[in-house]
Every structure is written in structure tokens, then in C-alpha cells.
């Protein structure tokens, strides 16, 4: 089960965080090779609003094409199959590095967009399979801390996309193309790795209605004496749905016995992008700054940053199954509004006195601790628990495209909210982070140690009335 984790992991949600990383290390280099392309073959400099315009479609380009991964990585999963459909992910992740690799010999910057747009696909395909197949291959006792490897890979995505853009590794002007280009690595891993482990044993049965591979599975994954349990979890579900084909995502917004559900999918996304993360990571290096960092030293303290969400993202996953979804998601929201009120005081009173930015700079990483703790960490697997068999892809893929569509608003509006508030940005993302905490506490019911059945008659509750 661990090394399925892994194997699935490598070529999925870290290909997302390590992409996310990646991009901000070869920013001057990239500027160069765009005026370099623009003056060769147009024979003019390359005006700087154009320049501009250029840059950011290079990197906003990638959630563009997350969103598509998004809507796309539901009905490969039920077609190809959870493994399946990560398999043929990495074919778009090697042709997207090697487009992006090719880009400044063959001096076409094109090149470049189109390779950032399809590792964007790769990783909106990634962040919704991945989750299904951990979800569904987990046993109950341990399915919080196996769905918790979605989010440790992708912390590791970014730690390690920060570690390899340092100017003394790839992150220097002769490789920042390798840089943006290595990401076929973890593509590679995957296709040596992953097939030698079996498909989800849930979507043998139930959507193939194959029984002879889903106890072969199972007893890969849980061993000849420990299988029959979970069978039989999966046989009442197969029961239950009585042959219902897997649901389109229009479908669960008709379906009143998911209401609820489907509004917390849309609430949790939507609290985890606008939680005010960006706005830490965006202030992070002015407050380093002015911590008296030299600016050459930044880049080694923003690995700091990486670090933290890493180990929240272990720590996470080690205490879920122990203390239970709820507390950990409505403490981490709380716990970031508390750093949202220190941080505003500490800004606005940064030049008063010397050992301010100091807390500034302790809130920061306390901010990011908080944020790995419950938010960055739960809100995937919560996901995967609270939908069944038959309308999980299609809410994976509902949850996927807030997702992407919150990442771009935010990267769109976020410069403007902080033009426009200045410190006081971070009121807007404390009322926020309180508005979704007392949301879970209200609505929410704890899934620890429950079945997919069990979780789904818990909101039969809210859906339908107490009757």
C-alpha cells in the first residue's frame, strides 16, 4: 500500500507542486531569451508591456490548462481506469518537456506556452486521479493517512522544484531550460513503477464488475487473511447501487441525494485557493527583506517555507486517522485567522520597531504550518469520502475545476487586492478562513473510521430531513 502511494504520487500531485515551483527561478532568464527571440526575428526590441503580457501568459497559461485537465481526468479515470488514465498522463508530461526543452535552441518561444499549457493539463488530470485511486485502494483504518499522500507529494513537488531552481543547480542562466524540461523525470518513474501494481479493486468490481481481479487486488494490497472485510465493504456498495452507471458532473447538480455534499466540495475548494496562502507566499520575500535578509540569501529562506508545508503535510498525515478530519480542518482555518490578525498588526506597524518584522516573519511560517495542517491536507481526502462509487470522478471533476477557476481568479485579482488594502488584505482572507471553519463545524460530520456507505447516510440526513 505505501509503495502504491508512492508509485502513483511521483507522477501525479508532485508533478503539480513541482511545477508550480519551478516557473519563478528562470523569471530574469526567460525575459532574456523573450527580448533575445523578439529583437532575431522581428529586428526591434520587444516592447516592455508586450514583454510583460508574454511572461504572464507563460505562467498563467498552466492553470489554463489544469482547468481542461480537470474536466477531462473524470472520464478518463472511467474509461481508461484509475491506473489507466495515470499511465497515459505521462505520455502529455514527457511531450510537454520535451517542447519546453526545445524552446530556447530552436529560439520559439511558442514552444514555451505550449509545453507550460500541457504540463498544466498533466497536473489537472494528476491532482483528480491520483486521489480516486489512493481513496479507493486505502482500508478503512488508514484511508486519512494514505489520501494524505496526495498532499505530501505535492509539498515534496514544490520543496524539491525549489531545491533544483537554485542558481547553483538548474536554476542558472545555461539550464534553466533542463530545468523546465525535468519534469519528464517523475513521468519516467511512474510508467517504470506503477504497473506493477493492480488496479483500484473498486473500480474492478463495481464499475467492471470483474470480482476475480478486485480479490486479486485486495489481496495484493491487504494480504490472503485481511481481504475479506474490505470485499465485502465493496460488495454492499456494488449492492447498494444495484448497477447505477458512473454520473456526468451535470448530473450531481440535479441529484438531490449529494446537495449537500457537492456544496462542501465547492466551499472547501474554493476556502483552500482563497485562504489568503498566496498572499503569504507573495508578501514573503518584502518581509524577509525587511527581517534584514540580503536578497541573495532570500531563495535559501523561501526553501524554510517549502520545508514547512512538507512536514505539516507528514505530520498530517501521521495524526488524520488519530484525531479525525474535523478537528484538524477547523483548527488550521482558526489557527490561520489568528495569524491573518498578527500578521495585519505586525505589517502595519513593521518600521516602529526593530523586533516587529521578526513576527512577521514567525507568522509567516506559522501561517504555512497551519494551512499544511488542515486545509492543504484534508480537503482531497474529504472528497474522496464523501461521495460514493458512482458520483466520485464526477465531483473530483466539479471540485478539480473551482479549483483551477479559484487558483486563476486569485492569480488574476490578487495584485490589485494587495495594491488596493495593502496589509490590511489579510482582514479580507480572515473573514474568510473564520466563514469556512464555522461551515465545517456546522455541516460537516466526522469520517473517521467510516464507510463510504456509512458517510453517504450520514448526509442523508441533511439532504432529505430528519424523516
Known sequence: LFL?????????????????????????????????????????ELNPDLLTFLWSVIASVFSLGGLCGALIGGSMAIRLGRKGALLMNNIIAILASILMGISFPTGLFELLIAGRFLIG???????????????????????????????????????????????????????????????????????????????????????????????????????????????????????????????????LF?????????????????????????????????????????????????????????????????????????????????????????????????????WVPYVSMASIFAFILSFGLGPGGITNTLIAELFIQSSRPAAYMIGGTISWISFFTIGMLFPFIVNGLKQYCFLVFLLECSLVAAFIFLVIPETKNKSFLEIEKEFHKLNFGRN
Open 254 to 354: 440535479t441529484d438531490r441525494g449529494v446537495r449537500w455534499q457537492l456544496i462542501t466540495v465547492i466551499v472547501m475548494t474554493m476556502g483552500q485557493q482563497l485562504s489568503g496562502i498566496n498572499a503569504i507566499y507573495f508578501y514573503a520575500t518584502y518581509i524577509f527583506e525587511q527581517a534584514g535578509i540580503s536578497a541573495e540569501k532570500i531563495p535559501y529562506v523561501t526553501l524554510g517555507t517549502g520545508a514547512c508545508e512538507c512536514l505539516t503535510a507528514l505530520t498530517c498525515g501521521l495524526l488524520i486517522d488519530y484525531v479525525g478530519r474535523r478537528y484538524l480542518i477547523i483548527g488550521g482555518y482558526l489557527l490561520m485567522t489568528l495569524w491573518s490578525i498578527v500578521l495585519t498588526f505586525s505589517l502595519t506597524y513593521q518600521e516602529l520597531y526593530s
Open 4 to 44: 502504491a502511494v508512492c508509485a502513483v504520487g511521483i507522477g501525479g500531485t508532485f508533478q503539480y507542486g513541482y511545477n508550480v515551483s519551478i516557473i519563478n527561478a528562470p523569471t530574469q532568464h526567460i525575459h532574456r531569451f523573450l527580448n533575445e527571440t523578439w529583437a532575431s526575428r522581428y529586428h526591434k
Open 121 to 251: 493539463i498533466n497536473s489537472g488530470i494528476g491532482i483528480c486521479v491520483q486521489p480516486l485511486y489512493i481513496g479507493e485502494v486505502a482500508p478503512k483504518h488508514l484511508r486519512g493517512g494514505m489520501a494524505m499522500g496526495s498532499s505530501i507529494f505535492l509539498t515534496g513537488g514544490i520543496l524539491t522544484g525549489q531545491i533544483i531552481g537554485l542558481r547553483e543547480l538548474l536554476g542558472g542562466e545555461t539550464y534553466w531550460p533542463l530545468l523546465l524540461s525535468s519534469s519528464c523525470f517523475p513521468a519516467f518513474a511512474q510508467l517504470l513503477f506503477l504497473p506493477w501494481f493492480p488496479e483500484s479493486p473498486r473500480y474492478l468490481l463495481i464499475d467492471r464488475g470483474d470480482e476475480l481481479s478486485c480479490a486479486k487486488a485486495l489481496k495484493r494490497f491487504h494480504g490472503s487473511s485481511e481481504y475479506q472485510k474490505e470485499m465485502e465493504d465493496i460488495q454492499r456498495e456494488c449492492f447498494a447501487l444495484d448497477g447505477e452507471k458512473p454520473k456526468k458532473p451535470w448530473q
